[in-house]
């Protein structure tokens, strides 16, 4: 017992330690939550919070809410959050009673077998898996086509993209104004190398947008992780909206990482847990760069898709392919059956059914919350 006691006392100490450090410089990327976890239960013999499989990723426990395409509240995260109930009618001086709804969301898009969207499908036409066991009722359904967006530009400005630079961001330019929608959408720019520049924060000016993608110039290393870690974590998780939007990421890079102070995992988990979906554009032509397994990874834990051009005017195809995914979601809640607040996590299986040789294309499971 005495034993036991002093184990937990140590783990406390570290996780206290660890808290100060970052506190005195911010810039020292924490590890991801499951990282913690992990480092605290080792000495306890407690199983940590599992990570989830190399083939197969989580989904944000920010989901959105709405019944039948009524949008009941914002986009912030509804598995395992107080929602506030009024005092019923004539009962004014009542307390506020608080109650949690643990529903969890997906979005998702839907191919045939030629890889074209397939936007007219309605909620009957999928069936949900979650950790193993049928959903059973499909709580909303809507089709996500001119949902506000949220949008992060990340481009790889290290030495190794020099020759291609200027390419690359005069179609990033092309993506932005053909993208963002004044006085709906927003973007921020993003440029790193060995560490990482906001050139331009949210905004819906796409003049402001082409200014900030113009001011970067490469050179130095190159810190990816570090970079889509930070953008998830101080930029669209902390995003604020009125109403349900879409965050997503845009990273343009060859994915050779060789300065990062968190690892790939780390940097997918920040994205799960800010509920981005993570695109990926290659910067290796022609395909086939040792980076590309790493773009591969990423984009499809967060549900996004990885893009190898073959040549550098393929770029540029990436960006519109991008833009149609982004108008062309749907969107659907559940509750998991026997969910605990547990910080596990639960894979999330979406399925087509009544048509064949249907694709869906989604997150492959989520975070549960911990409080």
């Known amino acids: 017992m005495q034993r036991s006691r002093n184990i937990v006392l140590v783990a406390l100490a570290a996780l206290l330690l660890a808290v100060i450090a970052y506190s005195q410089n911010p810039d020292e990327l924490p590890s991801a939550p499951s990282a913690v976890i992990q480092q605290k239960a080792q000495p306890a013999q407690q199983a940590p919070s599992p990570s989830p499989p190399a083939e197969a990723s989580s989904a944000a426990t920010t989901p959105d809410q709405g019944t039948d395409g009524k949008q009941e509240a914002s986009d912030a995260a509804t598995t395992g959050v107080g929602v506030k109930e009024k005092p019923k009618s004539g009962s004014e001086e009542s307390p506020t009673i608080v109650r949690t709804v643990n529903e969890v969301s997906v979005v998702f898009t839907v191919t045939d077998k030629h890889n074209h969207y397939v936007k007219d499908l309605g909620k009957g036409d999928f069936k949900v898996v979650d950790d193993e066991k049928p959903v059973e009722e499909i709580r909303s359904f809507r089709r996500e086509t001119e949902l506000p967006l949220r949008v992060g530009l990340l481009i790889d400005a290290s030495n190794s993209i020099r020759d291609r630079f200027k390419f690359e961001q005069e179609s990033a330019i092309e993506f932005l104004n053909q993208t963002i929608r004044p006085r709906y959408d927003q973007a921020f720019v993003l440029g790193f190398d060995t560490e990482s520049e906001i050139t331009q924060d949210f905004t819906d000016s ?143 299986e979406v399925l087509a059914q009544n048509r064949k040789g249907l694709k869906v294309r989604s997150r492959h499971g989520y975070y549960a919350p911990t409080e």
């Open 206 to 348: 796409t003049e402001a947008l082409s200014r900030g993608v113009r001011a970067m110039r490469p050179g130095g290393g190159t810190a990816l992780f570090d970079a889509l870690y930070k953008a998830s974590r101080d930029k669209l998780m902390q995003s604020s909206q009125t109403g349900s939007v879409r965050r997503a990421i845009i990273l343009v890079t060859d994915g050779d990482d060789n300065a990062s102070h968190v690892t790939r995992e780390e940097a997918i988990e920040m994205a799960l847990r800010a509920n981005v979906i993570v695109y990926t554009i290659s910067t290796n032509f022609p395909a086939g760069g040792r980076g590309d397994k790493e773009l591969l990874r990423i984009a499809d834990a967060t549900g996004g898709r990885s893009f190898e051009p073959f040549q550098l005017t393929d770029v540029a195809n990436a960006f519109a392919q991008i833009q149609d995914d982004l108008r062309s979601q749907y969107a659907l809640s559940y509750r998991p059956a026997n969910f605990a607040h547990d910080g596990r996590y639960r894979t999330i």
